[in-house]
C-alpha cells in the first residue's frame, strides 16, 4: 500500500494551475461562453505566451489567473493555492503577496513619482523597504537615474520598465503581462522584452506573456493558443 501523498510545499507547486474553467459573460440577454474547460498549468519559473485573435478571451484568462474574476466552473491554483477557498479580502492580500501585473497602457500612478510607483506593491503589503534590493531592480531594468520623474516625464518604454519593477519589487512567483509591448515600438519592445526575460530568470518567476508579437513568444519556454475557450500548444 502507498503512502499518503504529501501536500505540495508552496515552493514547488506548480506557479499556476487552471483545470476545467468555464467563463460566461452576458451581453444584453445574450450569453457570451468565452473560456469552455480550460487547462493550463504553469511550473514554477516557467515563462508561457499567450497568443489568440483579438476577443478570444485572454484578459478574461489573466483576471480569473490573478483571482480579479472567479469562474464559472473549474479550479484556479496560484502557488498551491486554491483561490477558490479565499474570500474577498483575503484574495486581496494573497494577491498582493504572490502575483506581479503589467498591463498594456503602464497604469502607473500619474501623481506619484517613478520611485513611488514602484514602492506602491510594498506599501500595500506592510512590507519594508530593502535599499539594496531595489537599487538592484531598478539598476538591472536601466531606470535607477529616472526614479524621482513624473510617469509623463518618462517615454513608454521608460515607463513599461518602472511598471515590471513595481511588478516585480515584492518578489511574486508570478507575473502575468497583459499585451506588455502593445503600445510601444519595434526596437523599444525589443528592449523591454528581453530585459522581462533576463529578469523574470534572475528571479525564479514565472511567467504568462499575452502577446501578439512574435518577439514576445520567442522570449517564453512554450507558447500556447487561445481558441474556442481552450488553450492548444503551438
Ligand atoms: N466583464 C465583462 N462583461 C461582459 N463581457 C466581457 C467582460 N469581459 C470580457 N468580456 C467579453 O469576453 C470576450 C473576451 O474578452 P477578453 O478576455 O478581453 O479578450 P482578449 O483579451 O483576448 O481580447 C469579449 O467578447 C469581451 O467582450
Ligand atoms: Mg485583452
Do not use: Y
Not at 519595434?186 to 518577439?215: K, M, W, Y
Request: aromatic share 2%; with cysteine; glycine share 10%.
Amino acid at each position: 500500500m502507498s503512502a499518503p501523498t504529501p501536500a505540495m510545499p508552496a515552493e514547488t507547486a506548480p506557479a499556476l494551475s487552471m483545470h476545467g474553467i468555464d467563463r460566461t459573460f452576458r451581453s444584453g440577454k445574450r450569453l457570451v461562453p468565452v473560456l469552455r474547460g480550460l487547462d493550463l498549468k504553469i511550473g514554477s519559473g516557467e515563462r508561457v505566451a499567450v497568443m489568440g485573435a483579438s476577443g478570444s478571451g485572454k484578459s478574461t484568462l489573466l483576471h480569473l489567473a490573478a483571482g480579479m474574476d472567479r469562474p464559472d466552473a473549474g479550479q484556479v491554483e496560484l502557488l498551491g493555492r486554491d483561490l477558490g477557498t479565499l474570500a474577498e479580502p483575503q484574495m486581496t492580500r494573497f494577491r498582493a503577496r504572490t502575483v506581479g501585473l503589467v498591463f498594456q497602457d503602464f497604469n502607473l500612478i500619474d501623481s506619484l513619482s517613478a520611485g513611488e510607483n514602484i514602492d506602491l506593491p510594498l506599501w500595500l503589503n506592510g512590507r519594508p523597504r530593502k535599499n539594496e534590493a531595489l537599487d538592484e531592480l531598478t539598476a538591472a531594468l536601466g531606470i535607477d537615474e529616472l526614479l524621482d520623474r513624473l510617469p509623463e516625464q518618462l517615454s513608454g518604454g521608460e515607463k513599461q520598465r518602472v511598471a515590471i519593477a513595481r511588478a516585480l519589487v515584492h518578489e511574486p512567483g508570478l507575473m502575468l503581462a497583459d499585451e506588455p509591448t502593445g503600445s510601444l515600438d519595434e526596437s523599444t519592445a525589443a528592449d523591454v522584452l528581453s530585459l522581462f526575460e533576463q529578469i523574470t530568470a534572475q528571479r525564479g518567476c514565472a511567467l504568462v506573456l499575452v502577446t501578439h508579437n512574435p518577439a514576445a513568444a520567442a522570449i517564453c519556454d512554450r507558447r500556447l493558443e487561445l481558441r474556442g475557450g481552450r488553450l492548444q500548444e503551438i
